[in-house]
Structure formats: C-alpha cells, structure tokens
C-alpha cells in the first residue's frame, strides 16, 4: 500500500479530532502533534512540517467558518488544503498527440528502477490504446537489452536495441527511425543510469536530448532517498530540459512522503509514482487524489483509471446489493475477484477510500489465499454458499476434507465473509443517507432516494 504508516498516522490524526466533542484550541494542538509525528516519520523536511503545521494551526483557529460545516469538518478540510499544496495543487497528466510520434526519453540514477520504470509506462500507455514502442539506448550497463526486451516481450510493445552497439546517440537515433515507421504514436527512450558527479555521462544525456529532440524528458528519482531525492531533481533540471518526475518504489520505504515533497519543491511536477514491484504498479499523480487516500477519503479518478484498465463492467443491482450487505458467499467471492482484476485488493480498498474501515485481516489476506477460497467453495453445497450461518463445527470439518484445507482455514474464509458484510452494509447505509460528508448526487430524484432507503431497511 503507497506510504501505508504515513496515510495511518494523518488518518489516526483526522480521527481524533472528528471523534472529540470540539475543535477547540487543545484539540487543534494535539492534532497538529499527531500531523507532525506522520510526517517527520516520513521523512519530510523539518522546516516544511513545522511551517505546515503551524499554518494548519492559524487557520483552524483562526478562520470563520464557512456556512453549514462544524469545526471540526473545517479543520479536517484545512489538513487536507495544506497537504496538497505540499505536492501541487493540480495533476499533470502526460500528454499524447494522436497520429505522430510522441517521443519521452526516461533518465536517472543508477539502480532508481529506471528500465523496471520504462516497461511500466509502456504497459500504461499501451493499456490505454496508445500504440508504444521501446527503445534500448542503454550502451553502458551489461544486461540492459536484455532486462528491457524481457520486460517488454508480452506487452504488445514494438522493441528496438542495439546489444553490442557502444553509442547510445546512434540507438536512439536509429530506433526511433524504425518504431516511426511502425506507426508508434509513443516512443519510450531509456538511457544509461548516471550519477550527478559524472559529467561524461550528464553530456551523453544532452547529446541523446539534442539528436532525438524529445517531447519530454522524464526523470525516474528512487523513493526511498528521501529529502535526498531533491538533490538529483535539482542537478538534472540544470543540466537539461526536464519535464517531469517519476518516483518509485512508493510501497516499502517509510521515506516516501520526503521523497514527493522534496521533488515538489524543485518545481518539476511529479506525473507519475510507481508503487510495487509488478509491471502493473505504476500510477498517474494525482495530488489531490493521493491526498485524500493518504487520509482516507478516498481517490475516485484512480479508482475510474483502475476500473478502465481493467476492462470491468459493473453490475449496478450487484453493486446495489453487495451495498446492502445482501450477498452470498460466492457474491463475495466474485467481487473480490473483480476488485483483484484492478490490482492487489489492498489497493483498490484504499481508493475507495475504505482500506482503513476493512479488517486488516481481509486487505493482507484477500489477496494470497483467494485461490483456496475458490477450492474451499466447490465443497460446498448450495444452500451453504447462499446462507453461510448454516455451517458450523461438523460443516467445516466437511468442507476441509474436501477441498485439501485446514478447518481454520474454512472458518477463517467465513469470518472473511461476515465481516466485509457488515462493512458494506454500513458504507452502503452511509453512502446513500449522505453521512459522514457523502453527498447524495443531486442528479437522484427523492423517489430514487426513498426505494433505495427502503432496500437497506
């Protein structure tokens, strides 16, 4: 899960004051002690959490409150304000021109997940109908062609290289040559990883920028460096165009928030974040969104991304059911099978914005044992998977015996099933009664809104 122990510090913060009877100034106090404490765990720089917190504090004690909203919402509406403008106040999506050759050239340091970063982007721009194609301009590193084509082998991605060639300019050159002529309406460059300290190769990166005239330039920067990471932003933003940050590997360091907040403070906007090791877990940046994730609200626009991607048509009286907390066993199966088609179930729960409220239990364990919960189904009869309260001791055994599990196992898939029951019905029962801050769309009449109360009564 991206930055998981920061998202549950500001979201422990959020919490308790939303659950104190006012926001009063000792409320706000301890708030913006439990905001600086996630923060500074991460990473982030000393001087911008306490420049941050205290204008948190200014303003929660400070402003009127706007019409129809408490104190408290208020204040959590000025956390969520200030995070943003941390990271930038709007996304910058990339940008591809259809029918001509959009080419982006990847550079960074050595060992960033540069060439891992390459085939991610183009499993993202070719899942999104945009024919792309490679090219392998890393001359200095053994084993570069090779990682790059196997990356890139089942994707559907035209691939070009030179393995034995020593200029990297003439394989850039030459490879977008033959991928124009392919049709490519995206052409990936990857060049050598370099250090800042290496002229020889900082002058390699201009000559590749000024032979291939890229429209972009994309520096990949390693997540776990931290505030460090602003040291790379700044020393390639001198040394040539740079367009656009990707930062990687989101999901195992705890210096995750220095690192974003430092290379937003270059000026270079970050596009992308890489958030696992699989090809699949790359993401566009979205700072608003990745804000109200980080504090449990959820990331609607990621969510749609997810959804496209994965080619998934939901069901709206499926979705309506599940909702109310009416489903089977094998409905509950299928949902989660859908949500695993969008990427690890942990992640999908965290744009909804509903990660925090599921069991831990079922975000860490959906996704590893799902294959036996199919095995552990197939042994059970019909009216067990349609009213599970059926199957107690002697049932479980049962059903362990044929499917090659342990009865802790069965019982474990069960207690899995009522619980994200009742998690549903009451994210269903909030939803669509409008508490907690989720509005009723104004696009549903009342006699909508009424037939539906009437479903969850």
């Not at 800042?196 to 994309?218: F, H, R, T, V």
């Not at 990707?246 to 705890?254: H, Q, W, Y």
């Not at 504090?295 to 309506?320: F, W, Y």
Request: aromatic share 6%; charged share 30%.
């Amino acid at each position: 899960m991206v930055l998981e122990k920061l998202g549950e510090g500001l979201r422990n913060a959020i919490n308790k004051i939303l659950r104190s009877n006012v926001a009063d100034r000792e409320a706000v106090e301890e708030l913006v002690k439990e905001l600086q404490r996630a923060l500074l765990m991460s990473d982030v720089n000393v001087e911008l959490v306490f420049e941050l917190s205290e204008r948190i504090k200014k303003r929660a004690l400070d402003e009127t409150l706007p019409p129809g909203i408490s104190r408290r919402e208020h204040v959590v509406k000025i956390v969520y304000d200030e995070l943003t403008n941390i990271l930038g106040k709007k996304a910058y999506p990339l940008e591809i021109t259809p029918g001509k050759a959009n080419i982006i050239m990847l550079v960074g340091i050595q060992g960033s997940g540069k060439t891992t970063t390459v085939a991610k982007l183009a499993r993202y721009l070719t899942k999104r109908g945009v024919k792309t194609g490679v090219v392998c301009a890393d001359t200095f590193r053994a084993g570069a062609y090779e990682q790059l084509y196997q990356l890139v082998s089942e994707l559907g991605v035209k691939f070009y290289g030179e393995p034995n060639s020593k200029s990297s300019v003439s394989v850039a050159r030459k490879g977008i040559e033959v991928l124009q002529k392919e049709g490519c309406e995206a052409i990936i460059v990857d060049t050598s990883g370099r250090h800042k300290e290496e002229k020889g190769l900082m002058k390699e990166m201009q000559d590749i920028a000024k032979a291939i005239n890229p429209q972009e330039i994309i520096l990949v920067v390693d997540g776990t460096l931290g505030q460090q990471a602003s040291v790379q932003a700044r020393a390639f933003k001198e040394a040539t165009n740079i367009g656009s940050i990707i930062v990687t590997k989101l999901d195992g360091s705890a210096r995750g928030g220095g690192a974003l907040s430092a290379v937003a403070a270059t000026g270079a906007p970050i596009k992308f974040i890489g958030n696992g090791e699989k090809i699949e877990d790359i993401e566009s940046f979205n700072p608003t969104g990745f804000v109200g994730r980080l504090l449990g609200m959820g990331d609607l626009q990621s969510l749609l991304d997810k959804v496209r991607e994965a080619e998934l048509t939901p069901d709206k009286e499926a979705a309506m059911a599940f909702l109310s907390g009416r489903f089977t066993l094998k409905d509950f199966y299928n949902a989660m099978e859908q949500l695993k088609k969008m990427g690890p179930v942990s992640k999908v729960l965290e744009l909804l914005g509903v990660g925090a409220k599921f069991p831990s239990e079922l975000r860490e364990v959906a996704d590893d044992k799902m294959k036996y919960w199919k095995v552990m189904m197939q042994s059970m009869t019909r009216e067990e998977l349609v009213n599970p309260k059926l199957i107690d001791r002697s049932r479980i055994i049962r059903i362990a015996r044929g499917s090659g599990t342990q009865p802790k196992e069965v019982k474990e898939l069960i207690d899995q099933y009522f619980a994200a029951k009742k998690v549903a019905k009451m994210m269903g029962k909030q939803r669509l009664r409008g508490k907690h801050g989720m509005q009723i769309p104004q696009s549903i009449s009342p006699e909508q809104i009424k037939k539906w109360k009437g479903k969850l009564a």
